[in-house]
C-alpha cells in the first residue's frame, strides 16, 4: 500500500530531459571519516558512491549495463546493514544521512517500504543538527522526485533562505534546478542556473534547461494590448483577495467587500480602480475610490514629471508629505485638500503616492511559488505535459502612483482602506 500511495508521477516538461540535466553527487557530501569505522558502515558508503548515478534519479525505463536487480540488491543489502546501526547511534548525523540517503536511492529504483525510512532518517538527522543545510536539502530531493514537489521545493527554498547562496556547492544547485522546473518556478530556475555558474559550473550543461525556463514567458512590449484575465490572477486568502500581474511588476490585496475594475493593458499601461465603503457621511453615504496605476517610463522622464503627468491641474494643490508607507525604496508622497470639490462633504481630500519600479535581473521571481504538474491516472506510463506560458514584465522602468479619492467626511476610514492596499503591495 505504501508503494502506491508515494508513486511518483513523473511527467516531461516540454521536450527536455531535465532528469538528466547534469550529474549530480549527494552522496559527496557525506563525510566518511566522521562515520563509524564499521567495516559493514563503510562497504554501504562504497557501494552507494558506485551505484547513485544509477539511481540518483527515477527512470521510466532502464538504460544501464548494469542490470537493475543487481544495482537493487547493493542498496537494499546495504540498507539491512545500516538501519539498525543508525537506530542504535543515533547521535552521528553522518550515519543518518547515509541511511537516508540510501533509502532514498532504493526509493528510486521502486523499492516497497523506502520513502518512509528515507524521511525518518532524514528527519532524525535534521533534529539532530539544525544549522546543517544537508538533512532539509537531501529531503528536499526525496521529495521532490516523488509526489510531494511542493513540499520538497520548499526545503530547497528554506535552505536557500538560510545559506549565503555562494556558501552552498553547485551539487545543491544542480538539484534545486531540477526542483524549481518541476514546480514551475521558471525565474527561479534561471536564478539557480546563473548561481551555478558563477559557482564554476559549465554554462553549456544547462543550456536546454535555460531555454526551456525562457520559453515559458511570452514576450511583451510597450505596443501591445493584453487582455485583463491573462494579465492579472487573483487568488482568495480568506476574506481577502490577492492581485498578481506579473506583467506590471506588482501585486496587492483587496477587502473582498471591495469593488475592482481591472482594465485592460494597453500602451504599457497597467489601470486598476477599487472602491471601498459605502461610509456614512453628511449626505448619507459616500465611495471612497482608488487607483492603481503603472506604465513604462518614457524617455527622459522622472518620477516627478510622472507624478504631474498624472495630477495634472491638481498638481499645484499637492503639498509633499510622509509616505504612510512605501512599497519601493523611494516614493514621492503627496496630500490635496480642495475645499471647492464636494463642498457638502467637506471639500475633496486625496492622497497620491508614486513611487519606481526598475527591472529585476529575473523578472518574476516574487511572485513564484511552487505548483505542481497536474496528476494523471496513468500509473508508471510518462506522460507529456506543457506548461502554460505567462506574460513577461513589461520591460525597463516602471512607474506606479495609487490614488485616493476622498472627502472630508470619510477620509479617516478612506485612509486606512488607503494603507491597507499600500501595505499590502509588492512590486516586482
Known sequence: MQKLIKRRWWILLLSVVLLNAS??????????????????????????????????????????????????????????DLKPMAAAAGQNEELLLLTGFVAHLAYNLDVDETYDT??????????????????????????????????????????????????????????????????????????????????????????MLADSAQKR??????????????????NHAKADVQFTSQLCGMRFSAHGDWH?????????????????????????????????????ARPQETLESFVQSILKDRYALAQPVKAAYCPAEKCLSFEIVDKDLYPSEGGGHFLEIAFTDESPQFPGLLFETADEPPKTNVGDKVTVYHPLEKLHRLPGTLYSIVLLDANGSIFEKARTDFEYLLKSMQVD
Open 260 to 296: 475592482l475594475r481591472i482594465g485592460d493593458v494597453t500602451k504599457g499601461i497597467c489601470i486598476t480602480t477599487i472602491e471601498s465603503g459605502p461610509y456614512p457621511s453628511n449626505s448619507g453615504t459616500s465611495v471612497p475610490t482608488m487607483l492603481v496605476l503603472t506604465r513604462m
Open 118 to 207: 528515507a524521511v525518518q532518517f532524514l528527519e532524525n538527522a535534521r533534529k539532530l543538527n539544525r544549522t546543517d543545510y544537508r538533512p532539509e536539502w537531501f529531503l528536499g530531493v526525496h521529495r521532490c522526485q516523488s509526489n510531494a514537489i511542493k513540499d520538497g521545493m520548499g526545503q530547497m527554498l528554506a535552505v536557500e533562505s538560510r545559506q549565503p547562496w555562494q556558501q552552498l556547492p553547485i551539487d545543491f544547485w544542480d538539484d534545486y534546478i531540477t526542483c524549481a522546473t518541476m514546480s514551475r518556478m521558471p525565474a527561479h530556475t534561471l536564478r539557480a542556473i546563473d548561481h551555478a555558474v558563477h559557482l564554476g559550473a559549465s554554462p553549456a550543461v544547462y543550456s
Open 23 to 80: 550529474v549530480r553527487a549527494q552522496l559527496r557530501q557525506i563525510d566518511p571519516a566522521k562515520l563509524p569505522q564499521d567495516e559493514r558502515v563503510q562497504k554501504a558508503y562504497s557501494n552507494a558512491l558506485r551505484v547513485e548515478s544509477f539511481a540518483h534519479n527515477w527512470n521510466a525505463k532502464w538504460t544501464y549495463d548494469t542490470p537493475k536487480e543487481q544495482v537493487v540488491s547493493v542498496l537494499t543489502s546495504s540498507l539491512r
Open 217 to 234: 514567458y511570452k514576450s511583451t512590449n510597450a505596443d501591445g494590448t493584453y487582455p485583463a484575465h491573462e494579465a492579472w490572477e487573483s
